[in-house]
């Protein structure tokens, strides 16, 4: 992990302002949603990318009765009938 160089303090309801050098940077815009994942002691934030339930690929992902599904998950299942 590289350091930005950049501090933020955390509000009392626990938020933290992305400096806009960062956002630009990453392409993360407001309302996009965020992953917050934890390895060892870091907290990480991600651009949320959405992966398939079945095999965890994030590759031609698509929505499916509010789930994700790769495409190649897809074809596998219409060949179980």
Do not use: W
């Not at 934030?45 to 190649?72: A, T």
């Amino acid at each position: 992990m590289k350091p930005a160089g950049v501090v933020r303090k955390v509000d009392q309801l626990g938020r933290i302002v992305l400096p806009k050098s960062l956002r630009k940077r990453y392409q993360m815009n407001e309302g996009d949603p965020v992953e917050i994942l934890v390895q060892g002691d870091h907290i990480i934030l991600e651009r949320y990318r959405p992966k398939c339930v079945f095999c965890g690929s994030m590759e031609h992902v698509s929505d499916f009765k509010e789930r994700s599904i790769c495409n190649q998950c897809l074809v596998e299942m219409t060949h179980l009938t």
